[in-house]
T-cell receptor, first 112, second 114 residues
Framework: QKEVEQNSGPLSVPEGAIASLNCTYS??????FFWYRQYSGKSPELIMS????GDKEDGRFTAQLNKASQYVSLLIRDSQPSDSATYLC????????????FGKGTKLSVIP | KAGVTQTPRYLIKTRGQQVTLSCSPI?????VSWYQQTPGQGLQFLFE???????NKGNFPGRFSGRQFSNSRSEMNVSTLELGDSALYLC?????????????FGQGTRLTVV
């Protein structure tokens, strides 16, 4: 069964600090990985996608993928109170899969 | 460019009734997926359609069904509603072509079954 595990949180960081969110997955055939941000009462918003091993940076966000360790992470630099939300990691498995499998999410609180 | 549009935003239904939810994908996106989100189970995949064909189905009872039209708009239907069907129903659209599988969600339909 394809599963995604995220650190449960809640994770509290002070404003300006780096927030580190982690996710492990069980399906070695996984090819595409995503991070979504979901504010309370809202729908998930795609913030990062990563397809190959290594780091991918976009503004204050950096996604890191290590397929050998089946591990994907999201770093948020200079955390702001507006980053307070639940962060969901998700993946497609190998070729022929069109469903995203989501982790349960990590709730992040950025303290001013 | 308009995003994914879901209607209605909120619904209250009685047990035993049926409901139809609608989703209009981003222009040019031919893949539409549906998810159910509840506090206990998180985001659960319902089904995915591409060019009017269902390619994947999640582990939900047959009361949950869907379809996609030639203009890529999609509907999902839940018959014989149960209290446990109360959830946020989310639609996501994607191009689903090699190298571009990013999925974008609509605002969701909040269904309450009483």
């Amino acid at each position: 069964q394809k599963e995604v595990e995220q650190n449960s949180g809640p994770l509290s960081v002070p404003e300006g600090a780096i927030a580190s969110l982690n996710c492990t997955y069980s399906d070695r055939g996984s090819q595409s990985f995503f991070w979504y941000r979901q504010y309370s009462g809202k729908s998930p918003e795609l913030i990062m996608s990563i397809y190959s091993n290594g780091d991918k940076e976009d503004g204050r966000f950096t996604a890191q993928l290590n397929k050998a360790s089946q591990y994907v992470s999201l770093l948020i630099r200079d955390s702001q109170p507006s980053d307070s939300a639940t962060y969901l990691c998700a993946f497609y498995s190998g070729a022929g899969s069109y469903q995203l499998t989501f982790g349960k999410g990590t709730k992040l609180s950025v303290i001013p | 460019k308009a995003g994914v549009t879901q209607t209605p935003r909120y619904l209250i239904k009685t047990r035993g009734q049926q409901v139809t939810l609608s989703c209009s994908p981003i222009s040019g996106h031919r893949s539409v997926s549906w998810y159910q989100q509840t506090p206990g189970q998180g985001l659960q995949f319902l089904f995915e359609y591409f060019s009017e064909t269902q390619r994947n189905k999640g582990n939900f009872p047959g009361r949950f069904s869907g379809r996609q039209f030639s203009n890529s708009r999609s509907e999902m239907n839940v018959s014989t509603l149960e209290l446990g069907d109360s959830a946020l129903y989310l639609c996501a659209s994607s191009q689903q072509v090699p190298g571009n599988t990013e999925a974008f969600f609509g605002q969701g339909t909040r269904l309450t079954v009483v």
